[in-house]
């Protein structure tokens, strides 16, 4: 199974890592077939914009790498532009993944959505194209396709 240069530059030099005092909003899901788990911290202001960013990630080469590619995508960005980063959207910013990793991918879009979820919650407002998000993520992988 080989990575691409810039999976293994996000895994060997993550962006981003960390966690954050005060998020705006917090996500974090796993998936119990692999034991990947992935936190997200988002901090948003007044405007609506993503000012920072961190995630603390507990798995593999790939999953570390989308956690950080996936908080690169999202850093500056509106709350609506946030949700929009899909696990494909993050496949391509890495030049793909192994099919047997495309549900790191997958992770790291529901982790987003969970934070932003978690700040709609706090602050009493509806994000609209949000949907709850699944704290455990089942995929079957033999119906991943490769990127």
């Known amino acids: 199974m080989a990575y691409s240069d810039k999976v293994m530059d996000h895994f060997t030099n993550p962006r ?6 005060n998020p705006s909003g917090v996500g974090t899901v796993g998936n ?9 911290y988002l901090d948003i202001d007044d405007e609506n914009i993503v000012r920072d960013v961190k995630f603390k990630t507990f798995g593999c080469a ?23 980063v899909t696990n494909d959207a993050v496949c391509e910013a890495l030049d793909g993944l192994p099919a047997i990793k495309v549900h790191c991918s997958l ?3 529901e ?3 969970a ?15 949000l949907e709850k998000p699944k704290t455990d993520i089942h995929e079957d992988e033999e119906d991943a396709e490769e990127y």
């Open 32 to 40: 119990a077939q692999c034991g990947d788990i992935m936190r997200v």
């Open 62 to 84: 790939a999953a570390v790498a989308t956690s950080s590619m996936a908080t690169e995508l999202v850093k500056g960005k509106t709350i609506q532009e946030a949700l929009q």
């Open 111 to 113: 982790a987003i959505h």
């Open 115 to 129: 934070a932003l979820w978690d700040y709609a919650e706090k602050n009493g407002i509806v994000i609209e194209g």
């Open 16 to 21: 981003n890592m960390g966690e954050m005092d």
């Open 107 to 109: 992770l790291a879009e």
